[in-house]
């Protein structure tokens, strides 16, 4: 019960009460009628990071949520379907009214990280960012202020932008570049394809329709995005009607599913799953490679004409046959034989490694050479490896071999294109930015201990030409001395080691100041100097907001309205940098002269004049939602490029498809690189730290023995990163719990729901286990997300994966290999 109606249900007591105590004369006197409230539709979204920005409907009497209902405004036929909210939107009155709802300003008065703080006014709260901001960033630079990666709040208007902006008029900030998501799939596409966005956005889902085999590299959009507005609609809608039509007339089509888990996306959709172990698919597809060779199912010449480094036909400037991707493969260094040395990468090679038998291989193989259009879509989460460059590359290699690249019902491998309807966002005027230099946003930590040493050729620093010295290298030279934390939880449950993070961060004398402004206690927050309350998504007065990035074929605006008052004393991101601006002197400067009004209704126009059957935005408050089906039969990826190489070259350096890349070379000769990582001028499978073939080095090979175990992070229904954990709900709904082969867990005397630590170096999470076949042996995987209760303890009790998780950089992208992971798992 919230509070309001306690408070209300408490005042109808008293009356009633007090009306049984009188004489028996008062005591029959009629009460008053009273008129009930009528309850209030706005309608809201889903502003959470899976990639769908849902609407919901928000019903409300008095100020007060009553019920939350989601999408069913026209018939549920596909294209122009219902664009339901998941479980995860629907419980959005519980996280509204979550007991650990941030209510006040407030400062810390104990130790970084214990949770300890005090109520302030918003004044003095304002001015303490504003003065502690304001010395920090005279004392050191602009630069030496930082914004952690967050994706909490995907508001057009009042959001991040709005922070940015701030900074931006005022010198700028620490830049950061790639993302927990996708840091190494962005370099394998730019190194391959010349271009991150043919690597991250493929082919539409549509143009699954025609094709006769569809491959998933790890693809998992019945737990990911499984909502009306999410990739899993168009996935199951397409895949059900293929299947339909293969019993009705025999038309050919297969799916097959790549996953050490049999996920939510299988369970009976799929024709084959074959599950492989965690950072070996490279392994996998180079087996597979060698039997497309080794039996000419490759297209010739479609290699010839559109790639580079294959063979003797597509040679690299001044490099000899052994350089070629053909020669690795085969381990033959004679142009045009077919003959495996004793190197090649046979499919019996490749199962001991990725644990894939060798007969399943090659009918893999096969099935693809088969397929008139195979459809191939590798997952994020295979970038998020050791070596997540190398294995992205690597599945790329599939398409391109088969020459099934640019035409209908097919994909690069990339991640499927959704349908869009462009909005306007908050202008950041990044172009007052002073600060010209940036870090990997997996770096933050590093650059809070020792920022100033940290340099180009090593750390993957990225500065202006004039402050690199004649080898192109040079040294950030300033350490992160402030952190603003708007709407995310990567300060320290998201980003990796917790244990590791929470000394650092601890230490006052390295980060001088903390600012976080959420809605919620999250395990960042306790870490906070100063808290600011952040309004809720269903508090939002307006707002247009587009289907964000992965909604697969119908398009979706929504027009965000709420007859709900901001809690207790929050505000939204716009008042908040407004008030710091006006301390500053600049607050002519961020608002333009413009009231918030203003500004959103400038924002809106231009989405409407980029989609001009938009309604106005008072038709849209009663609307809420306007939607487009937009699959274009279709887009497909490169096709330009397929029909003409020469009138339509990629922006690779040769403008072609590099499978070797000369960039690639260069800066594996340039770079200082750890122990055991590889910057390869091919795609290529190599043993990593903490991999399943371990780094051939003492202290590899014993922490192979220590923890026999591989740990697989994957996203669960119950959350969407560590977003929605703090809902009871859905805890119920879904359960944290580790997944453990029967096999495994009989070896350690396990049973399902038994109390389990799983454990290495860096720290010990305690947790249930599950026990199931649905994992495959000498693997076990755990739902992202869950909220880090370790802080000052032995034992995080949370069940935070990142508790586990390494923050060793990846070698190309300097990003997160959160998903290699060794651990050993006992009976608590």
Request: hydrophobic fraction near 35%; charge should be negative.
């Amino acid at each position: 019960m919230e509070r309001r109606e306690f408070l209300k249900m408490s005042a109808a007591m008293s009356a009633a009460a007090a009306v049984t105590g009188c004489s028996s004369e008062s005591a029959q006197t009629t009460p008053p009628v009273t008129v009930p409230v009528e309850e209030k539709l706005n309608w809201s979204a889903c502003l959470v990071n899976c990639g769908s920005n849902c609407p919901v409907k928000v019903y409300s009497r008095d100020g007060i949520i009553t019920r939350i209902e989601t999408d069913y405004a026209v018939e549920d036929d596909y294209g122009n379907h219902q664009v339901r909210a998941c479980l995860r939107g629907r419980s959005l009155r519980k996280r509204v009214y979550a007991p650990d709802r941030l209510k006040y300003p407030m400062k810390r008065v104990g130790p970084r990280g214990s949770g300890q703080f005090e109520r302030i006014s918003w004044d003095e709260a304002l001015n303490t960012v504003a003065s502690e901001l304001g010395r920090l960033r005279g004392q050191y630079g602009p630069e030496c202020t930082h914004f952690t990666y967050h994706s909490g709040a995907y508001y057009s208007f009042a959001g991040f932008n709005c922070l940015a902006r701030l900074m931006n008029i005022t010198g700028g900030a620490l830049g950061a570049y790639g993302d927990y998501s996708w840091a190494q799939l962005y370099q394998a596409a730019n190194y391959t394809y010349g271009d991150a966005n043919h690597g991250w956005l493929g082919s539409s889902n549509a143009e699954m329709r025609k094709s006769d085999l569809v491959l998933l590299i790890g693809h998992n959009p019945a737990e990911m995005r499984m909502s009306g507005s999410g990739e899993s609609y168009d996935y199951l809608n397409i895949i059900q009607d293929k299947q339909k039509q293969r019993a009705q007339d025999g038309t050919q089509f297969k799916t097959i599913i790549i996953d050490p888990r049999y996920t939510d996306s299988a369970l009976g959709k799929e024709d084959q799953w074959i599950p492989v172990r965690p950072g070996t698919d490279a392994a996998l597809m180079e087996a597979l490679a060698f039997e497309l060779i080794t039996n000419n199912w490759i297209d010739q010449s479609f290699l010839n004409s559109h790639c580079l480094g294959f063979d003797e036909h597509t040679l690299p400037a001044g490099q000899d046959y052994d350089a070629t991707y053909k020669s690795y493969i085969l381990d033959n260094t004679q142009p045009g034989s077919l003959t495996a040395g004793s190197n090649a990468k046979t499919p019996e090679w490749a199962s001991a490694i990725c644990g894939v038998p060798a007969d399943d291989i090659r009918q893999l193989a096969k099935d693809l050479a088969d397929a008139t259009t195979p459809f191939v879509h590798i997952a994020a989460s295979l970038n998020r490896q050791a070596a997540g460059e190398n294995n992205i590359r690597a599945c790329y290699m599939l398409p391109i071999l088969l020459g099934q690249v640019g035409l209908p019902g097919t994909n690069n491998g990339a991640m499927c294109s959704g349908a869009s309807l462009p909005i306007a966002t908050m202008p950041t005027r990044g172009d007052l930015n002073t600060v010209d230099k940036s870090i990997s946003f997996f770096t933050f930590t590093q650059a809070i201990e020792d920022g100033e040493n940290m340099t180009v050729l090593r750390d993957g620093v990225k500065l202006p030409a004039d402050q690199l010295d004649a080898n192109g290298d040079g040294k950030l030279g300033v350490n992160i001395k402030a952190i603003v934390n708007y709407a995310g939880n990567a300060l320290i449950n998201q980003h990796a080691d917790t244990k590791k993070t929470e000394a650092l961060l601890k230490d006052e004398s390295k980060c001088e100041f903390i600012v976080v402004i959420d809605n919620w206690m999250t395990p960042s927050a306790e870490f906070a100097d100063i808290l600011l309350p952040d309004i809720n998504w269903l508090e939002t007065k307006d707002d247009l907001i587009n289907q964000s990035y992965a909604a697969g074929d119908t398009a979706t605006l929504v027009q965000m309205s709420s007859s709900l008052e901001p809690m207790f004393e929050c505000r939204d991101a716009y008042d908040i940098a407004l008030g710091i601006a006006e301390i500053w002197g600049v607050a002519g400067q961020f608002t333009e002269g413009k009231t918030k009004q203003q500004w959103r209704d400038e924002l809106y126009a231009v989405a409407k004049n980029a989609t001009p059957e938009l309604p106005s935005k008072e038709e849209m408050k009663t609307q809420g939602i306007f939607r487009k089906y937009l699959p274009n039969g279709s887009y497909v990826v490169l096709e330009d490029f397929r029909k003409d190489p020469v009138a339509n070259p990629l922006k690779t350096p040769s403008g072609k498809i590099e499978i070797y890349s000369d960039r690639l070379a260069t800066l594996g000769s340039k770079w200082e690189l750890k122990e055991g990582d590889v910057i390869s001028a091919l795609p290529k499978y190599v043993p990593t730290w903490d991999g399943y073939e371990s780094l051939d080095t003492p202290e590899e090979r014993e922490k192979a023995a220590k923890y026999p175990l591989q740990m697989h992070g994957y996203h669960t229904k119950g959350r969407a990163h560590s977003s929605y954990h703090n809902v009871p709900w859905l805890r119920e709904a879904v359960e944290d719990a580790v997944w453990m082969n029967p096999i495994d867990a009989q070896e350690r005397g396990l049973s399902s729901g038994d109390t389990v630590q799983v454990f290495n170096d860096r720290g010990t999470i305690e947790l249930p286990v599950k026990v199931t076949p649905r994992i495959m042996p000498g693997v076990t995987a755990l739902g992202q997300g869950a909220w880090f209760k370790g802080a000052g303890k032995t034992i995080d009790k949370g069940g935070c994966l990142n508790t586990l998780t390494s923050q060793r950089p990846t070698p190309i992208s300097k990003g997160n290999g959160q998903h290699t992971i060794r651990v050993q798992i006992n009976k608590a």
